[in-house]
């Protein structure tokens, strides 16, 4: 029980991304004890997303989990944390997520819009969250470490394998006029 109330590092249970039948979008879990399966994580979206339908509802106590909550046009976004959790730092993580989201999709949030930068978006989930560990909430910094163009990155800052790529795409284009 006095495990309970220790502090943790690990606040974040899960994030998730559903669209508006309740299908699963985009998802991390990162406690296994809560989701040890697929076929559970899928249940827990399917009722969370029944709770939180047409609802103006931020916060919503489900299952023994606080998730919090923020909708756009057809998507559905969550960050799930312990019931012991505060509330502000999982809004926090949220907010980022959806500020960093509608950053990649140039405030185009939408599903066909997010499907088409699925790649963009997951690496965000991971610059956000690491393992129910908070690593960013501002979500300019973390659009600029996921933002994988390279032209308005200076050649002295860019990997090698970020010039490599540059010069083929260059190449390529050369090759085809």
């Known amino acids: 029980m006095d495990s309970l109330l220790e502090p943790t590092l690990y606040t974040v249970k899960g994030m998730c991304i559903l669209d508006i039948t309740g299908e699963r ?10 989701f040890p399966t697929v076929k559970e994580q899928r249940a827990y979206e399917k009722n969370l997303s029944e709770k939180t339908y047409r609802q103006d509802t931020e916060i919503i106590m489900l299952d023994g989990l606080t998730c919090v909550c923020k909708s756009n046009v057809d998507l559905y976004f969550y960050v799930m944390g312990s019931t012991q959790e505060n509330e502000l730092i999982l809004l926090s993580v949220l907010n980022c997520l959806y500020d960093t989201v509608s950053m990649i999709l140039k405030k185009n949030v939408e599903k066909r819009s997010l499907m088409e930068n699925l790649d963009i978006v997951m690496l965000a989930f991971d610059e956000i969250c690491d393992g129910g560990i908070i690593l960013d909430a501002d979500p300019s910094s973390v659009v600029k470490r996921v933002d994988l163009r390279n032209d308005d990155i200076p050649i002295g800052e860019q990997t090698v394998a970020q010039v490599l790529q540059s010069a ?10």
Not at 27 to 32: M, S
Not at 168 to 177: H, N, P
């Open 168 to 177: 083929k795409e260059q190449l390529k284009w050369s090759l085809l006029k």
């Open 25 to 34: 979008v985009l998802a991390k879990y990162y406690d296994k004890t809560i």
